[in-house]
C-alpha cells in the first residue's frame, strides 16, 4: 500500500498564497502520476491539478488555471500545489492521489489508485 500524506492547510485570506505538500510512501512515488483534489461541504470532490511522473504533462482545472501550480520532487517523494490569488471559492479540503497508470480520465476520482486524507483551506474575505 501506498500512503500519502497532506499537509500545508490553514485560514488565510482572500489574494494570499498557500502551498500544500503531500508526502507519499514507497519507493515507486516516480513512477506514478499525481492529482489534486478539493472537496467542499455538501459538494463533490472535484479535480483540481495533475502531474505526470517525471512532470512532463501538467493539466489544471479552468477554475485554478494561472493560479495554482502543481509541481513534484521525485527525490524527496513528494507533490506539492502552490495556490496563489486565493479566493473564498477555493475553500476545501484538498486531496492528494495517486495514479499508478497514468489514465487518460486523470479529472476524474475514479483515475487514482491511492488517496490522503486531505488538509483543510479556509479563505476568508
Known amino acids: 500500500q501506498v500512503q500519502l500524506v497532506e499537509s500545508g492547510g490553514g485560514l488565510v485570506q482572500a489574494g494570499e498564497s498557500l502551498r500544500l505538500s503531500c508526502a507519499a510512501s514507497?519507493?515507486?512515488?516516480?513512477?506514478?502520476?499525481m492529482g489534486w483534489f478539493r472537496q467542499a461541504p455538501g459538494k463533490e470532490r472535484d479535480f483540481v491539478a495533475r502531474?505526470?511522473?517525471?512532470?512532463?504533462?501538467?493539466n489544471y482545472a479552468d477554475s485554478v488555471k494561472g493560479r495554482f501550480t502543481i509541481s513534484r520532487d521525485n527525490a524527496k517523494n513528494t507533490v506539492y500545489l502552490q495556490m496563489n490569488s486565493l479566493k473564498p471559492e477555493d475553500t476545501a479540503i484538498y486531496y492528494c492521489a495517486a495514479d499508478r497508470f497514468a489514465v487518460y480520465n486523470y479529472y476524474t476520482v475514479q483515475a487514482y489508485d491511492y488517496w490522503g486524507q486531505g488538509t483543510q483551506v479556509t479563505v476568508s474575505s
Open positions: 502531474i505526470t511522473s517525471s512532470g512532463g504533462v501538467i
Open positions: 514507497g519507493r515507486t512515488f516516480s513512477s506514478y502520476a
